[in-house]
């Protein structure tokens, strides 16, 4: 096996292009599972770790663009968690210690498990994915970049470079289940992000559907009956809080698997975005 260790994006791209074969190394926590159960077995490896402009973040002008190799530990620990308190949620909630150190929001994207836990806050904050390859660069939205059980639209040659979206104007929210509270792939999930600005609820899940998974109706609804006010945003009728629960429930399509059933999967979907409206209306 050859393993390249480029030092920029341009390297890169060359890189992958000469061979698209090639697997792109950030992290490791999925891609080194695989190979250590000889799931795959590359005959070369671009890895990342020497790419810094990868790993860096800005916020401007109200966005922010997130290095796709940005690991989760940096997401909770920086001023990001201000700026994305759902993203940083997810973050703390992924594996442990090790993985969150090591692991990127670009390898959970080009992954596309529908499992993934930041993929869901990505969705709801209609993130845009950055993808390079020599012949330039592309914007994808999230909700478009997955588009089944671990498939993206990414091509072999391409990266993702960068994750942006907008800075919170507003409560956001990350829940999953699991069999336990820590180290654990989710059940289900569930983000939701409110923007007082533009008066707009945002709500998407994990582990329900193939791909990530918006629920407009229930976020119409949810934008309907809050009182919006200029010092924090109620729900006035605690009937709001279980209607919403069951039409962000009836948006899932979950399956019977080894880690749940689809009632299960139904139930706690249910659970979640009621608790998630809760909290994100009496904060
Ligand atoms: C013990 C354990 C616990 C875990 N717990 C969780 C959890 O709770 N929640 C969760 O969501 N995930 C979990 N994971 C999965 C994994 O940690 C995440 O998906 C992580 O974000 C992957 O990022 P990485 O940088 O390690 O990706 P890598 O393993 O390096 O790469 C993953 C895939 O993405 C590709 N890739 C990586 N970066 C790029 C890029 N920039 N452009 C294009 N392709 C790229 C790789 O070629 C590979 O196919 C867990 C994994 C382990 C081993």
Not at 87 to 104: D, E, F, K, M, Y
Not at 163 to 178: D, M
Not at 195 to 205: D, G, H, P, T
């Amino acid at each position: 096996m050859t393993v390249s260790m480029p030092s920029s994006v341009d390297e890169t791209l060359r890189l992958l292009s000469d061979d698209p074969a090639a697997t792109i190394l950030a992290g490791g926590t999925d891609a080194m599972v695989e190979i250590n159960y000889e799931h795959r077995r590359p005959a070369s490896v671009v890895s990342l770790r020497r790419v810094n402009e990868l790993a860096t973040w800005s916020i401007d002008g109200g966005t922010v663009r997130l290095g796709a190799t940005v690991p989760y530990v940096e997401i909770m620990n920086s001023e990001l968690a201000a700026a994305s308190p759902g993203l940083a949620q997810a973050s703390r909630t992924v594996g442990s210690s090790q993985i969150r150190n090591t692991g990127t929001v670009g390898g959970n994207l080009a992954t596309g498990s529908p499992a993934g836990d930041t993929i869901p806050v990505l969705a709801a904050l209609d993130a845009i994915v950055e993808i390079a390859s020599v012949r330039g660069i592309r914007e994808v939205a999230v909700v478009d970049l997955i588009v089944g059980v671990k498939r993206t639209v990414l091509e072999p040659d391409e990266l993702i470079v960068a994750i942006r979206f907008p800075v919170a104007s507003g409560p956001q929210e990350f829940l999953k289940i699991g069999p336990r509270n820590a180290m654990v792939i989710s059940v289900a999930s569930c983000a939701l992000v409110i923007n007082q600005a533009e008066r707009s609820v945002a709500c998407a899940l994990g582990s329900v559907s193939p791909a990530p998974l918006r629920c407009g109706d229930a976020e119409e609804f949810a934008a309907a009956n809050i009182d919006w006010t200029s010092d924090g945003i109620r729900i006035t009728d605690p009937r709001t809080l279980e209607t919403f629960g069951s039409m962000v429930a009836d948006a899932a399509s979950p399956i019977d698997d080894h880690r749940s059933t689809a009632a299960y999967r139904k139930h706690g979907i249910a659970v979640m975005a009621r608790r998630a409206l809760t909290r994100a209306t009496t904060s």
